[in-house]
Structures are given as C-alpha cells and as structure tokens.
C-alpha cells in the first residue's frame, strides 16, 4: 500500500504491475459525466484499491474531486487519510470490534448490521467519547453476508433497535447485490427500496439526513434507477467493466522479462509432470514468473503472453517461478524483452475475456493478486 516502486526497481524486478494514472482519471471523469451530479460516487479501494495500489491511486482520487472513499482495513484508511483526503470514507465490510476501535482515529464511517454489533459498537464509542457514524446494511438482495434480514418481523424489529443507540448516528441506509443479472438487481432494488421506507416510517427517520446506496459498477452502469443518492464503483475506476462499455480504458497491466531462450530438440517434454510434448525442434523462452507471484497454473498449455508484439503459447505446466513459452516462429525474441502477460504490447492484446475463460473467475480474482504480489509503478 505504499506509493509503488521507481523503474530502476522495476527494471531488477522478476515480475511487476504498471498503473495508469491518465486511464484511472479518464474514468473517474466518465463515471462522474454519467453520474451527471444526481449520485455521489465513492470510489471503492478495498483489497489496496483493487491491487493497483492505494499510495498510487490517491493522488488521482483527489485531483478528480472525488468525494467518498471505501476501504475494508483500517490498514488502508491510515493510507487514505495520510494521503490528504479529508472526504467521506466509509467501511465496506463488518470491522472486528478491535478494528472499529483503531479505526476512531481515522474519522470512519462504519458499517452495522445487528443489533449485538450496533451495541457493543455503541459502547466503544462511549467509552471514547465520541458518536460513531454508521452505515446500516439490509440484506434485501439476499446476500446473506453483512446485512439485517427485514424480510423477517424479528429482522425489522433488530433494524429498530440499530437506530435507537445513544452514540451511533444512522448517516446511510445500504445494500448490496449478490448478482450481476439486470433483473436480479432491480428485485434486490424493489426490497430495498420497500425496506427503507417502512424503516425510515417507523423508526421516524429523517430522510433528508441519510444516503441511500446500493449499486455496484455493475449496477451502476447497468441499472440507472439503482444509483440512489450514492453508487459505490471500484471496478470500473480501473476500467473493469461489461464488454460494451469500452469507454472505460484499463488500468493495469502485468509484465515480466525473458531470462534467456533455449533450443530444444522434437519429441522433448517441458515442465513439471510433461504435460507438453515438443512437436518440432523449437525455441523456449524462459520468463521470470509463475504462480507465486499470481500467474496461476490454469494458464498451464492454455495461456498466451505478448512478446515484441508477438502472441506465444505458454508450454508446460506454469512453475512457482518461472513460465516456458515457445517463440520458434519469432526469431527476435531475445533475453531481456520485456513481457506482457495481461494488456496490450505493438498492437497484440491479453484480454480480460481471454484470462477470465482460462481462469473460471473474474479477472478481479487475479489482478488483486498480480498487485500483492508484485512491485507497482504508476507509468502515466
């Protein structure tokens, strides 16, 4: 989470991560042109902004005037604050009690969904003579993870005693969809939008004082209605988005370096367990990357890499550290050239479709680890 690495570490890294600075503000002005003034937009940075680095990001927040942050560790709230950011941050996730109270400090926004949670929360803020200002999740789309289940009367009645704590001041009402599907999203929208009225009715709410949130990138840019008075957007700040939407430019890209490249003869296996055997007399490219540092093994005879703009297959099993890729047909390649392993190089492209067929998850399963893992540079 520091403020990423200089390109002379780079150049002596095996594998590393490149943030785009100019592709995070372009979107943040897309989503902010789309939100046309009628939502707030809280850029959602959790998991050290999606791996690209909060240290990194932060700048770029600021400079676009956004006005909310979410986070999940108190770790990145410290980051985040020290940054200089003075907005809204709110927590996006249920903190340990222990977190909640290292986390007085940094002038959070917390999220509550129990009664048992909304009490001893209340008695941390007590005994620090403060008022904690929350955020109370609903489970209305069924996700069944952090939120208080109204479609239950003894639900409701929970959701009433949330906001009847002396030091707890009930800022925003949320949920959270569990499906990218249109029209699950508007039926988690209809019971959410069903549950805050009767809470805001007998609880004698004001609604004037509390944010309504609910919508996703997903929801966001797929489901207008769902924005409310505020959209919670993460990935599409780092141009992780549906196909259609190709106004959003990509963040990241992961890269590597060929070691050296060898001559084998026909008939020869490759990698652990031969899963591949040599077809013809070829030429391997060795490159300084593997599944530990999060290009996983399901690339294994499936996966292709960019090298001088050139698409080559991955061949053998992907080791702990090192990747074989057969450059035969490209007699340029050489040690020392730089390797794409996701994004774009001389016209050639890995694309999100493409990993996310190979790996069986969203791609925010993998860039989240190439960024832990790996040195980060912000390049633009």
Request: proline share 2%; net charge neutral.
């Amino acid at each position: 989470m520091d403020n990423g690495t200089n390109a002379l570490t780079v150049q002596n890294s095996n594998a590393w991560v490149e943030v785009s600075a100019s592709a995070l503000q372009h979107n943040i002005r897309t989503l902010q042109a789309e939100l046309a003034g009628k939502s707030k937009l809280c850029a959602v940075l959790k998991a050290d902004a999606y791996g690209h680095g909060i240290g990194l990001v932060m700048p770029s927040i600021i400079a676009q005037g956004v006005p909310c942050v979410a986070v999940a560790s108190n770790e990145e709230a410290r980051v985040v604050r020290a940054s200089g950011f003075t907005g809204q941050l709110v927590r996006v996730r249920l903190a340990s009690l222990s977190e909640l109270e290292d986390g007085l400090q940094y002038d959070m926004e917390e999220l509550v969904g129990s009664a048992e949670f909304a009490r001893q929360a209340d008695a941390i803020a007590a005994r620090h003579g403060k008022t904690l200002r929350i955020h109370m999740a609903l489970n209305s789309s069924g996700m069944s993870r952090n939120g208080v289940e109204m479609a239950t009367w003894s639900g409701r009645g929970e959701a009433l005693q949330i906001t009847d704590q002396k030091h707890l001041k009930l800022v925003a009402l949320m949920t959270h969809f569990a499906v990218e599907d249109k029209d699950d999203v508007r039926k988690g929208l209809a019971a959410f939008n069903e549950q805050t009225d009767w809470l805001i009715k007998h609880a004698k709410l004001d609604r004037s004082k509390l944010t309504l949130h609910a919508a996703n990138s997903f929801a966001t840019l797929e489901v207008p209605e769902a924005r409310l008075d505020m959209v919670r957007t993460g990935g599409a700040l780092f141009g992780d988005t549906v196909p259609a939407r190709t106004e959003y430019k990509r963040a990241m890209q992961f890269k590597s370096h060929v070691a050296a490249v060898h001559s084998y003869p026909a008939g020869n296996t490759v990698g652990y367990d031969r899963t591949f055997t040599l077809a013809r007399d070829s030429r391997l490219a060795n490159i300084t990357v593997g599944y530990s540092d999060g290009y996983r093994r399901v690339f294994t005879n499936k996966g292709h890499v960019l090298i001088n703009g050139h698409r080559v297959p991955v061949v053998g099993k992907v080791s702990m550290n090192t990747l074989m890729v057969d450059v035969t047909d490209f007699p340029d390649v050489k040690g020392g050239n730089e390797v794409v392993l996701f994004g774009k190089q001389a016209g050639g492209e890995i694309t999100q479709a493409e990993m996310e067929e190979i790996n069986g998850a969203l791609l925010a399963d993998l860039y989240t680890v190439w960024g832990s893992s790996n040195p980060k540079i912000l390049v633009d």
